[in-house]
């Protein structure tokens, strides 16, 4: 799984709960929808980045999603423009909320930025 135990995590929290939906959670969006050609892991993750810091509500996915666009080749400064990007389609309280959770995610990966 390009989500690594970020999501493995998520599935394991439905289990006891809702197995149905944690078999749904991996089967349409990573067995349909991330198989589908055209895009690469790469890309995909990025833009789902994107979507999720634009929605501004949905923080715990996007903390997955970051852990993934990691996994999968995205660099931490790339994560950083996303965020930016998104401050001028969705407005800085969501780009502010996506790098808070971005900054979570590079601390605890102890990922350290150049800022140059």
Do not use: C, W
């Not at 903390?63 to 401050?87: C, D, F, R, T, W």
């Amino acid at each position: 799984m390009i989500d690594g135990s970020a999501g493995e995590k998520v599935v394991a929290s439905l289990k006891d709960i809702a197995p149905d939906f944690s078999n749904y959670l991996l089967e349409y969006p990573f067995g349909d929808i991330y198989a589908r050609p055209n895009l690469d892991l790469r890309s995909r993750e990025i833009a789902t980045i994107a979507a999720l810091t634009a929605m501004g509500n949905a923080q715990p996915q996007l903390k997955v999603h970051i852990e993934a666009a990691l996994n999968v080749g995205v660099k931490p400064e790339e994560i950083i423009e996303v965020m930016m990007q998104m401050s001028v389609y969705a407005g800085f309280p969501a780009a502010l909320n996506g790098l808070n959770v971005t900054k979570q995610v590079f601390q605890e990966r102890q990922i350290v930025l150049s800022n140059k």
